[in-house]
């Protein structure tokens, strides 16, 4: 592996997603809940091994995977596995929308936490008016997520959970990082 390049550990939250369709698939849906809940704490422990600790938002992740999927299997019922995506996008909104409440830029922290040099910053409210955009974008994906989850089969779901939701961002991206370079030149 080249030096500071990351394998990319993202690829583990794919792993309870993929073996919940695959199980669902070919056994009941209790075994397909038990092996996503089993292989989501797996994705934790092995995330902690390859880089030393377990991001919020992993946690966030696994613990909605377990909480989630012991209702399903109450409830015999696969759709609460699948609103993770969903709940885990209104969690997200939901915090950057407390940040700004409080007057806080969640980007801005990180970049200062991650001694980003000053020069390299944006203003902070560029900052500010790109967080007020993900929430809008999370809280829309979180909406066709439960749309997905409770309207259409575990494969197309798997697939909004996994390469849909990049797909969706990227658009998202580009078309925020032409708007940033306007408001930019602007002033």
């Known amino acids: 592996m080249k030096t500071g390049s990351a394998p990319p550990y993202f690829l583990l939250s794919f792993i309870p997603a993929v073996a919940y369709w695959l199980l669902e698939t070919y056994f009941t849906l209790e075994v397909a809940l038990i092996g996503g809940i089993i292989l989501g704490v797996i994705e934790m422990i092995l995330e902690k091994k390859f880089t030393g600790h377990v991001h919020t938002l992993s946690k966030l992740n696994i613990s909605l995977v377990v909480v989630l999927g012991t209702i399903s299997l109450i409830a ?88 849909g939701f990049y797909l969706a961002f990227i658009p998202f991206f580009i078309v925020e990082m032409i708007f940033i370079r306007l408001r930019i030149r602007k002033k």
Not at 92 to 97: K, P, Y
Not at 120 to 141: D, G, N, S
């Open 76 to 163: 015999r019922e696969g759709v609460w596995f699948k609103l993770q995506p969903t709940l885990t996008g209104i969690c997200l909104a939901g915090f950057f929308i407390y940040k700004k409440l409080k007057n806080q830029s969640l980007i801005h922290e990180m970049l200062t936490d991650m001694k980003t040099a000053p020069q390299k910053m944006l203003p902070l409210e560029i900052y500010e008016m790109m967080e007020w955009h993900l929430c809008f974008f999370l809280i829309l994906f979180a909406g066709w997520m439960a749309h997905v989850a409770v309207n259409m089969p575990t494969s197309t779901w798997l697939f909004w959970k996994t390469a």
